[in-house]
């Protein structure tokens, strides 16, 4: 399935396609209109993304004549969005697309993020799948450039909506004693797996947030806004240094900062329409 969206509302289709039992979900650019991408060495600000997205789909066929009937019904609210248009592929058709949208990232000039199948020595490898936060995206990109700024080895990190993981694996290749919590099952079961896979040690595990003890030098959370503000009493509780945030639409960042009224902004990055947030206890 092939569907053109406003890139503001990527988040809110891809995860209503996924509620429709897609086995994946991949964002692409339109021909012609992806921008060029950025290097550690690149100055100024970042090229503009396009203002929309070609998100790709798939089911098994036992299931597409079902996807067909309901995505039909949910795109039939969706205003201002052409019908999707379906093509059949076979298994290894699928799996070689699937692969095509996730390729090295360089991050900065120690640090690149890569699939098994692109991985150089020294990246931090990471297993795509149904768990949100490759790198590719500009908040887990943010994310990954703070990490990597801010991890100190002996501190302590917490990722909270952990994803693949990758955040909280980094920070433990920096040295940092990292712990990755999700709600979600698959995340946490990914994300062990990306650790083993990088030789680190991270405990990941589904605790509500509310839940967690202790303080942290280093708290990260990659979540939307509306979530974030309600969970700033927390993250202001579990922070002692750096607390860093993303997942945030711009037009929607004064909410979260306010709603951390009780910490210092030291800063805010905008890539697109997306904001990064690096607050301090």
């Known amino acids: 399935m092939h569907l053109v969206v406003p890139r503001e509302r990527v988040e809110e289709i891809s995860a209503a396609v996924l509620d429709l039992e897609a086995v994946g979900v991949q964002e692409d650019h339109l021909p012609g209109e992806a921008p060029p991408p950025r290097q550690p060495w690149d100055t100024g ?38 019908a999707p248009t379906w093509v059949t592929v076979d298994d ?3 799996a070689e697309a699937w692969k095509q949208g996730f390729t090295r990232l ?23 799948g149904m768990a949100f936060g490759t790198g ?17 080895p002996g501190g ?22 990292a712990r990755g919590i999700d709600i979600d099952a698959d995340a946490v079961t990914a994300s062990r797996e990306n650790a083993e896979r990088n030789g680190v040690s ?14 942290f030098d280093l708290v990260v959370a990659n ?46 990055k905008q890539d697109g329409e997306w904001v990064c947030l690096e607050l301090e206890a």
């Open 45 to 82: 600000p970042p090229a503009p993304q396009p203002p929309r997205i070609l998100l790709k789909a798939w089911w098994p066929e036992a299931l597409a004549d079902g996807a067909r009937i309901a995505l039909a019904r949910a795109a039939a609210g969706w205003r201002g969005i052409a």
């Open 223 to 268: 979540v939307f806004a509306e979530v974030l503000v309600q969970m700033a009493p927390d993250l202001s509780r579990l922070t002692a240094g750096r607390l860093v945030l993303a997942g945030i639409l711009a037009d929607r960042a004064e909410l979260v900062i306010d709603a951390l009224f009780d910490m210092r902004l030291v800063s805010r």
């Open 202 to 215: 991270v405990s990941f595990d589904d605790t509500p947030l509310e839940e967690v003890e202790g303080t």
């Open 136 to 152: 590719e995206h500009p908040t887990t990109r943010a994310c990954l450039e703070a990490v990597d700024r801010l991890a100190r």
């Open 92 to 94: 290894q058709d699928w």
């Open 156 to 177: 302590a990190c917490l990722d909270v909506g952990c994803g693949t993981g990758v955040l909280a694996i980094l920070a433990a290749q920096r040295g940092m004693s």
């Open 106 to 128: 360089v991050i900065s000039e120690r640090l690149a993020v890569a699939p098994p199948w692109e991985a150089l020595d020294g990246d931090l490898v990471v297993e795509p």
